[in-house]
């Protein structure tokens, strides 16, 4: 079972999360709300896990079908519930941008398996009521 440690290391609100094999993470609140800005905001947080999952299972299977991928880089949005507490991620929206000798078919493909059946950070924010979409842009490699 994956552990985490989180230990308080800059004013009220800033913390690293250290994982069992050392990886570090900051986060901290907003200003506005008594952090330093020393780290990520936790729920930006769960953005960076969906694009780092999703973008894990694109490129394992694009890398099957032999596709070429020079470069890689996704954009991530979203808009939260208004007047709630908690207030969850509502829209999610997606941009897949792939650089290289890579069959657009085959990464939309990639993507619709990704967000639909691969990515457990994908099924979690659905659950919990998140709309996600997305788009697939493949350029030729730089």
Same mark, same amino acid.
């Given at each position: 079972?994956?552990?985490?440690?989180?230990?308080?290391?800059?004013?009220?609100?800033?913390?690293?999360?250290?994982?069992?094999?050392?990886?570090?993470?900051?986060?901290? #609140? #907003?200003?506005?709300?008594?952090?330093?800005?020393?780290?990520?905001?936790?729920?930006?947080?769960?953005?960076?896990?969906?694009?780092?999952? #999703?973008?894990?299972?694109?490129?394992?299977?694009?890398?099957?079908?032999?596709?070429?991928?020079?470069?890689?880089?996704?954009?991530?949005?979203?808009?939260?519930?208004?007047?709630?507490?908690?207030?969850?991620?509502?829209?999610?929206?997606?941009?897949?941008?792939?650089?290289?000798?890579?069959?657009?078919?085959?990464?939309?493909?990639?993507?619709?398996?990704?967000?639909?059946?691969?990515? #457990?950070?994908?099924?979690?924010?659905?659950?919990?009521?998140?709309?996600?979409?997305?788009?697939?842009?493949?350029?030729?490699?730089?």
């Amino acid at each position: 079972m994956p552990k985490i440690e989180l230990s308080r290391v800059k004013g009220d609100f800033g913390f690293e999360a250290t994982d069992e094999n050392g990886h570090v993470v900051r986060m901290d #609140s #907003s200003p506005e709300s008594g952090g330093w800005d020393f780290g990520v905001r936790p729920m930006q947080m769960l953005l960076m896990g969906l694009a780092g999952c #999703s973008a894990i299972d694109v490129l394992a299977i694009l890398k099957k079908q032999r596709q070429d991928v020079k470069e890689y880089k996704m954009i991530v949005n979203g808009e939260r519930e208004k007047g709630k507490e908690p207030s969850l991620w509502q829209d999610i929206s997606l941009e897949f941008h792939l650089y290289g000798d890579v069959d657009k078919d085959k990464a939309v493909k990639a993507v619709e398996l990704s967000i639909n059946k691969y990515c #457990s950070v994908s099924a979690t924010l659905e659950k919990a009521g998140a709309e996600i979409t997305w788009k697939v842009f493949v350029h030729p490699a730089r």
